[in-house]
Every structure is written in C-alpha cells, then in structure tokens.
C-alpha cells in the first residue's frame, strides 16, 4: 500500500525520488533541513499551513506538489526563494491555518505574559539583593556579639513594623515594581523605534518592507536586561 504521509525525513526523501524520475538525475535530490526550512518559512509567511500529529509536522501528497514546486524552481538557482514563496498560492492548493494557529517564530505575546515575565525577573533580582543584604546584616551582628556588644545589635535592629505598615509596604513596593516595568517597556519601544527604518523593517516581497518582530522583541529583551538595574534605582531612590 502506497505511503500516504511521511515526517520530514522520509518526505525529503520522497521529494527527491520524484526529482530523479523527473529529470531522469539520480543525483537530483534535497537534504530534510532544506525541505524543513521551505516550509517553516511558507508557515511563517502564512501561505500554507503543516498538519500536525502528537505535536510532530506530518507531510502529505498536498505538500509533496508543494515541496516539488519549489525544489524545481529551485533547480540550478533559476528562482528566488521569495519570488518561488509568492507564486504558490498562484499555481497549487495551499491549506489554510487554524485560528489558534502561531507558527514557531511567532513573537507576539500577550500584554499579560509580558507583564507575568517582568515581575518574575524583577521578583528574583530582588530576591537575590534581600539575600545578599540579610547575608551582610546576620554577618556584621555575629561580629558585634563576638566583641561583647549585644545592647549595640539590639539599638541596630528596627522596631517591628506593624501588619497595617507591612500592608502599606508591600503595597508600595508593587506599585514601585508596576513602574518599573512600564518604564523599561517605555524605553525599550522608544529605543527601538529611533533606530533607522533599515534596522527595523526586513523585506517582504520585491517591493515591500515590514516591521522584523523578532528583531524587536530580541532588541527589546536585550534593553530590559541592560537597563533593568538602572532603572530599579532610579526608581528606589524616588521612594
């Protein structure tokens, strides 16, 4: 019985048998890391989406006439990858896309996970600096009650702090942390578009340019990082 799907090994493979009995070349063929980067670029360009299968790309006929397609065209360099891309919808049945459907160099994340993962950093920087602070307090205190002076440690120590204080605290240290984030999110967007129209945008077809997303969250992430202490004392220092 005829094989009706394969994964992306054994579909490279049938891309080049029917290659080779095309042009009659068996040295005619294509590697699967090839045949894989097609069509994860025609996934990311919205032309044709891979069924999937216990979270694996499975490959079938509909594909095999794609992956041919572009394998001919291909042949000798005779066509871009771009030119070949835009032509497909033109000549063959491509399969539209789910609509949860985010293909792997998606980069658009909700406003709420950007938020979830800036709190998580800024939580575990300021977990680190409270550890390195009590670490330098208990040694300094252990010094002092060595050499005798157990009224001086007691004269350090603040007075407890009552639970309507500690509340305000907390409260006060969220907002600080909202801030900060906002500020750095502010900057990074500000930052990235003063860069020049060249350094933002990447071609999208003969004539046209589009914003490079993951050169901007890539650009973005890398600024949060480089300004997060920064920004955190500033924002500290006005407390």
Known sequence: MEKDWWQITEFAEEISKTLQQKFNDPKAGVHYNTVDKWFKALEAKRIHYIHRAAGEKVYDK???YIGCFIAEARRDN???LDVIYENIPKNLEVRPFPEEFKDETSVSLDESLIQRRIMEGLNKYLAQEFSVYEEKMQLQISKMVSEGVRNSVEQLLPAPISKEEERAKRMDDTITRMRVEMKLEDLAIHAWEKLP???????AGLFRR????IKRDKFIR?????????????AYSLE
């Open 78 to 80: 005779r066509y871009r």
């Open 210 to 213: 589009e914003e490079d997303l």
């Open 222 to 234: 890398s600024f949060k990082k480089d300004n997060l202490n920064r920004v955190l004392e500033e």
């Open 62 to 64: 509909q594909d095999l």
């Open 197 to 203: 129209e060249s350094e933002r945008t990447k071609k």
